[in-house]
């Protein structure tokens, strides 16, 4: 009988907390997120504020909360666009002769070469900060990460003879696709997708952090330790708190990446 | 590392690398000052952003006239004069020994340059209506300077001693804004873009020559970062300190002085009157009881500053207390927004400009509003935007700004202020003060406009803001209070 990675149980369990948090602060949290209090400022953590209150009397658990939902949100979707652009773009150049292939491989590499600092700096001098600007900066990122394993997991697959068979026997190039050669690359888009979320956490939270991301007064983590950081000697949950989530996130998915990525090759 | 990893490493990091080390103060003729804001540009007869005048005014830069400590106005290139034709004329004994960095002699001709370009149709400087009541300007003599006015001015002599009245010679004021030339004792020596704005002093200064030989302004807008620059005694001073929940840090250290003192500086939400639904007055009474400016005091500057109801600060000597006008009251702001038909959900932008008050103070309002049903939208901006749209174009619904020129009440006669405030009992009252020469008829009238401005809601006052600074302890001359906006570098020293 297989044992379980330990590196999965420990991911999972880092994860499973900050995801019950977000995931119930969809239907309710102790106090109102944005909710002032100004008679209990800067409260340490005690049994009616687990995490204390920050300078305004808002209750830290109410908004870490919905900032973890925030984060996981955006990392999800950014990981995600990453995913669904990067994959099919990578099979089509694996699937294409390589000089036909080669503008595709070098607008990769462009977009490889842009940080999602740079990408939402430039999205938010035109739009404005934003939670989809952040989406769409961590998730230009990623195309290129998905498109070159995608690629290199897609060109030894591309080379059996059961794909040859089943282009003979009629099935057309998207089918091809979806029915051999996705179901054969997964392992490795999984693990990496996996890795990809955790990166999209500290992405987020940097962008946050900078004012690039979701805009206040919606609480986010990086939000948080910017706006807390001055406090760092008065109050230190105020920024321990934000960032200790960020971390448990960041923990979390690249353990599971790395459980998954044995678990898989077996 | 993965480079979105290691960029937002580098993000999270940021605010502790930001400082490019400036050099501790070895020397004891050499200071090194943070500051919040680094300056769009360095000439005060053009630019209305106080980061100009922090540092350049009265160090680069003078003017006729000068406040000092105590708002008191004094000579400076105006040894003396005399008022005479009841209030209408000005005979100014000017100080020709004065010259500027460039080696261009100061004498009256400088005078009428200075004010007739500050007061030309196509002038930009930004209190040119200061200058509005200037008939003509003679010069009987260098040294000798005639100014008639088309009315008396109560104000005159006071706003010629403002940063926007400094005197620029022809030759170089039209590249003041990057190369400033003055008669102040000190002289640009080098401006790192993003980093710091380093002043020297000049030679062949006549006596007192100032002890602080040269002065780097550091920018840090980061509170956390300015302080550990403090404590690494890589500052020896931080003029505005933004964040009053960490001078407790500071306050019992020997090694520093930590200053709070009087400041004309003005905390508002500015109200758009020139859009719907700002231009009416019971929307404006609703956004000034929907918030708790007590709180917001609290909350944000940690009871350092101290409420208004109008748009005057204590410090002041005409200063009406209006504290209690538009009390905390949720359910009478409903009222009046439902009476307004502002249906519930509304959308109100709040224009935040790249300050730690703002964002604050931002965030509280955006809380407030929801409160009553409204909705707010908080709209991040850097300086040059705030600058552009909201103040020289006045394309914004509302702002949260801090005020920072004394005495300030004309800018609500202004026909085309970025507030779109026109009241025409204002503007008569407004025009009655300044050509009224009688003090206690001033005193009354100018407690009578801060009565309308509360009356007609004209902007949300929340608090004046104090001046928090700290400083080495070692350093002397340092101002407590301040009357204006500056930071007078000639009047400070190290003790051995």
């Known amino acids: ?266 | 590392m993965p480079r979105p990893a290691l960029a937002a490493c580098c993000a999270l990091l940021a605010p502790s690398l930001t400082l490019a080390a400036p050099a501790a103060a070895a020397t004891p003729d050499t200071l090194n000052i943070g500051l919040q804001l680094e300056p769009p540009s360095l000439d005060p007869t053009t630019g209305p952003a106080e980061a100009i005048r922090d540092i350049v005014y009265d160090n680069v830069f003078e003017s006729l006239t000068r406040l000092d400590e105590h708002g008191s106005v004094q000579p400076q290139l105006a040894k003396r004069w005399s008022i005479a034709d009841g209030g209408r004329r000005y005979e100014f004994a000017l100080d020709t020994g004065a010259s500027f960095s460039d080696g261009t002699p100061f004498d009256c001709a400088i005078v009428k340059f200075s004010l007739d370009r500050a007061r030309a149709p196509d002038s930009l400087n930004p209190e040119r209506a200061f200058y509005a009541p200037i008939a003509s300007i003679s010069c009987p003599a260098p040294d000798h300077a005639v100014i008639t006015l088309s009315a008396p001015d109560s104000e005159f002599l006071y706003h010629l001693a403002w940063a926007a009245s400094a005197m620029v010679a022809p030759a170089t004021a039209a590249t003041n804004a990057q190369h400033p030339v003055g008669t102040g004792p000190y002289v640009l020596e080098n401006w790192k873009r993003g980093s710091s704005i380093t002043l020297s002093r000049r030679e062949h200064l006549r006596a007192p020559i100032p002890a602080i030989a040269r002065v780097s302004f550091h920018f840090i807008a980061d509170p956390l970062t300015a302080a550990d620059a403090l404590d690494g005694n890589r500052l020896d001073g931080y003029v505005n300190f933004p964040n009053t929940d960490m001078l407790s840090r500071f306050q019992g250290d020997p090694r520093f002085t930590v200053l709070v003192g009087r400041s004309p500086i003005k905390l508002i939400w500015a109200l758009n009157e020139a859009r719907a639904p700002f231009n009416d007055l019971r929307v404006r009474l609703a956004l000034a009881a929907a918030i708790d400016r007590y709180a917001i005091v609290t909350g944000y500057a940690n009871n350092f500053a101290t409420v208004i109801g109008s748009h005057d600060t204590p410090e002041d000597p005409d200063y009406l207390d209006l504290s209690a006008h538009a009390p905390y009251d949720v359910g009478h702001a409903q009222d009046l927004l439902r009476q307004a038909g502002v249906a519930a959900g509304t959308v109100i932008e709040i224009a935040l400009p790249p300050t730690d008050y703002a964002h604050k103070v931002g965030d509280m309002l955006a809380a407030y509003l929801a409160q009553v049903g409204l909705v707010a939208k908080l709209v991040p901006m850097q300086w040059p935007q705030w600058l552009g749209d909201v103040y020289g174009h006045a394309n914004y619904q509302t702002t949260v700004i801090a005020h920072t020129e004394p005495r300030d009440l004309d800018i609500y006669a202004r026909p085309h202020y970025y507030f779109g405030y026109h009241d025409t009992v204002y503007d008569a009252l407004f025009a009655q003060y300044r050509t009224t020469t009688d003090p206690a008829a001033q005193h009354a009238l100018w407690q009578k406009l801060q009565q309308r401005l509360a009356d007609t809601q004209a902007n949300v006052f929340i608090a004046a803001l104090p001046r928090i600074s700290i400083w080495n302890a070692r350093l002397r001359g340092m101002w407590r209070d301040e009357p204006i906006p500056l930071n007078r570098i000639a009047d400070l020293s190290w003790t051995p």
């Open chain 1, 1 to 266: 009988m297989n044992r379980p990675d330990p590196r999965l149980l420990l991911g999972a369990t880092c994860l499973a907390g900050p995801i019950a948090l977000a995931l119930l602060s969809l239907a309710w949290t102790p106090f109102a997120v944005n909710g002032l209090d100004i008679a209990h400022r800067l409260l340490p953590p005690d049994a009616a504020h687990p995490f204390g209150t920050d300078g305004f009397g808002r209750d830290l658990l109410s908004r870490s909360m919905a900032g973890l939902r925030a984060t996981i949100a955006t990392a999800l979707a950014a990981t995600g666009l990453g995913a669904a652009i990067g994959i099919p773009l990578g099979i089509t150049i694996a699937a294409s002769h390589e000089r036909r292939s080669a503008p595709l491989r070098r607008l990769a590499d462009l977009v490889f070469a842009f940080p999602p600092v740079l990408t939402a700096a430039m999205l938010a001098a035109l739009w404005g900060g934003s939670a989809a600007g952040a989406v769409v900066a961590i998730g230009a990122f990623d195309v290129p990460v998905f498109a070159r394993i995608a690629a290199a997991a897609a060109l030894p697959v591309l080379a059996q003879d059961f794909i040859a068979a089943s282009r003979l026997a009629g099935r057309g190039p998207l089918g091809v696709l979806w029915w051999h050669i996705l179901p054969n690359i997964a392992a490795p888009l999984i693990v990496q997708a996996s890795l990809q979320a955790g990166i999209a956490v500290l992405a987020e939270a940097g962008l946050t952090y900078l004012g690039f991301g979701l805009p206040p007064p919606a609480p986010s983590l990086g939000g948080m330790l910017k706006d807390y950081q001055s406090a760092l000697g008065a109050a230190p949950w105020l920024v321990l708190i934000p960032g200790a989530l960020v971390t448990l996130l960041v923990l979390g998915c690249n353990l599971l990446g790395d459980g998954l990525r044995d678990r898989l090759a077996r």
